[in-house]
């Protein structure tokens, strides 16, 4: 990349301007220093562990414990101006949500098989961010978020077959208190975890909220969902996820801001159904920037970015392209238990 072309680059970077249809080629990938991690994610000096003292930056992508646990990249690219925002495993397929950047198209779901070839494209009846989804597989439902704090349930089989479907339950107010950094109600992430359906917000400042419900299947095929915890989570989340060692129980959140800055995966205890956003155990490992929803499967952490959609390649530093997936029982070694 030339020198005037970085240099533009970097100025769209910092201002933001996605929107400017320019390309200028590459990718620009740099160290965070501290003080940006600390900054954006309220995350204390000590706590991210692999630093480079010498020169107070960030290790390279490559030799961060991110990577060095990730086994396996899957490409995944969506068509035109689509976004992609959530990912969850219904057996042998990846299912990835996405969005209209135009806000025109009919948000979509992506099936996947497990080398990121596209096997079908199922048209959801909304247009709306779909920031998180989740298969239910007590119920046989995918969950995915919809506009203004609702949430809508799909029979798992019509989006594996159809090309158009319609939510079996739809426009569920589950989210009609958690506001978002546009001072709106707004389910922007969810996730399904033992009869569990989690909810919450995305704020840029200060910290966020996840709500959990208790979900109830009748005879009649009616469900209801009752409130039965909420949380105080950190700013900057666009997924949550869940992972049990059989010894521990783990909540996993994905932070992200921007275009240009690095993403963070956070990894707490979650014992007794409880975890503090400040728990000072809590381990921090440095991402891709603009990493969306992440998904624990078994050992493997799937997580999923919107850098390469168009048109944020044109000023991200990574334009990843791929689905990772990651050791999940390497990251969680370093909780101090």
């Not at 400017?20 to 600390?38: E, P």
């Not at 779901?109 to 596209?118: H, P, Q, R, T």
Request: charged share 20%; proline share 2%.
């Amino acid at each position: 990349m030339s020198k005037w072309k970085n240099k533009l680059k970097k100025a769209l970077c910092i201002a933001g301007l996605t929107s400017i249809l320019i390309n200028l080629g590459g990718s620009n990938k740099k160290d965070m220093t501290r003080d940006n991690i600390h900054d954006y994610y309220n995350v204390g000096y000590d706590a991210v562990n692999y630093l480079n003292s010498s020169n107070n930056q960030l290790l390279d992508f490559a030799d961060n414990g991110f990577y060095n646990y990730t086994n396996t990249s899957i490409p995944f690219e969506a068509d035109n101006s689509m976004i992609p925002q959530g990912i969850t495993l219904y057996n042998d397929y990846i299912l990835v949500s996405t969005y209209d950047y135009w806000n025109k198209e009919k948000s979509r779901i992506y099936v996947l098989d497990m080398n990121g070839n596209v096997v079908h494209v199922c048209k959801l009846e909304i247009i709306a961010h779909v920031g998180g989804i989740a298969y239910d597989p007590d119920h046989e439902l995918l969950w995915v978020s919809n506009a203004e704090g609702r949430v809508n349930a799909y029979r798992i089989n019509n989006i594996l077959n159809c090309e158009k479907v319609y939510a079996t339950y739809r426009e569920l107010n589950l989210g009609f208190d958690l506001i978002n950094y546009k001072d709106e109600p707004a389910v922007s992430y969810l996730a399904y975890n033992d009869n569990h359906l989690y909810v919450g917000n995305y704020t840029k400042s200060e910290d966020g909220t996840m709500k959990e419900y208790n979900i109830t299947m009748n005879e009649d095929e009616t469900i209801h969902l009752s409130l039965n915890n909420s949380y105080t989570v950190p700013s900057k989340v666009q997924g949550v996820t869940f992972y049990n060692s059989g010894e521990n129980n783990y909540i996993i959140f994905s932070r992200s801001y921007g275009t240009c800055t690095t993403s963070l995966l956070q990894i707490y205890l979650f014992k007794g159904n409880e975890f503090r956003s400040n728990d000072a155990n809590a381990i921090n490992y440095e991402t891709p920037s603009m990493m969306e929803q992440v998904i624990v499967n078994g050992i493997d952490l799937y997580s999923l970015y919107e850098s390469n959609a168009f048109p944020y390649s044109l000023v991200t530093n990574s334009e990843d392209d791929s689905i990772y997936v990651t050791d999940i029982v390497s990251l969680t070694k370093k909780i101090n238990h």
